[in-house]
């Protein structure tokens, strides 16, 4: 298991942008699949994007394909999503969340992720 803590959520309007960070504990870091999800009020959770142990490999939803981009730092054991073009539609909570799975056989659903954050509020007004 690894602890994950997210910060960098916020009000921002429509049009804008935020960077969102993942911190996380452990020394294994670049052995997981690292992985971002969102939950607006109402709905379930959904995937936004994932990214490789090494980096190296990328995969998003179609809805945020363009817009957001997935990032990691192994050396400060930490994932980024940059989130640009902000629409009313992108507000959620966002959850970071850690895989032990290959990148070859994760999928884009929870059930890939055993650890997650505790989430960081994403508001875009319009």
């Known amino acids: 298991q690894v602890q994950l803590v997210e910060s960098g959520g916020g009000l921002v309007q429509a049009g804008g942008s935020l960077r969102l960070s993942c911190a996380a504990s452990g020394r294994t870091f670049s052995s997981y699949v690292m992985g971002w999800f969102r939950q607006a009020p109402g709905k379930e959770r959904e995937f936004v994007a994932a990214i490789s142990g090494s980096g190296g490999s990328t995969y998003y939803a179609d809805s945020v394909k363009g817009r957001f981009t997935i990032s990691r730092d192994n050396a400060k054991n930490t994932v980024y999503l940059q989130v640009n073009s902000l629409k009313p539609e992108d507000t959620a909570v966002y959850y970071c969340?850690?895989?032990?799975?290959?990148?070859?056989?994760?999928?884009?659903?929870?059930?890939?992720?055993?650890?997650w954050g505790r989430g960081t509020q994403v508001t875009v007004s319009s």
């Open positions: 969340a850690a895989g032990d799975s290959s990148w070859y056989k994760f999928t884009a659903t929870p059930r890939s992720f055993g650890s």
